[in-house]
Nanobody
Framework: QVQLVESGGGLVQAGGSLRLSCAAS????????MGWFRQAPGKEREFVAV????????DYADSVKGRFTISRDNAENTVYLQMVSLKPEDTAVYYC????????????????WGQGTQVTVSS
């Protein structure tokens, strides 16, 4: 079982930055693919970013490429999402997720989920 706790959300103006953190309570953190999804009001949850077990591979949704950066610290069991140049359309609840396969991760199937943290970007 993997427990995930997100932090770092909040209210920011368009063009601003935020860094989300996700702390995982699991002894084998470095065997999990980690990443982020988000869900805006009235919309389905969507993939944002993923990072491989050792951090050598990453992938991003087209909507955030060049603005968001995912990273992980396996010594601290933590994954991060650095977000810059935020836009009002980035407003959503952001969920941390852990999975077993880099490709399948983006589908959301079989992932462990955190409770989410709200990010609100004002125009």
């Amino acid at each position: 079982q993997v427990q995930l706790v997100e932090s770092g959300g909040g209210l920011v103006q368009a063009g601003g930055s935020l860094r989300l953190s996700c702390a995982a309570s699991v002894r084998t953190f470095n065997t999990y693919v980690m990443g982020w999804f988000r869900q805006a009001p009235g919309k389905e949850r969507e993939f944002v970013a993923v990072i491989s077990e050792r951090g050598e591979s990453t992938d991003y949704a087209d909507s955030v490429k060049g603005r968001f950066t995912i990273s992980r610290d396996n010594a601290e069991n933590t994954v991060y999402l650095q977000m810059v140049s935020l836009k009002p359309e980035d407003t959503a609840v952001y969920y941390c997720a852990a999975g077993g396969d880099f490709v399948l991760f983006t589908t959301g199937l079989g992932n462990y989920w955190g409770q989410g943290t709200q990010v609100t970007v004002s125009s």
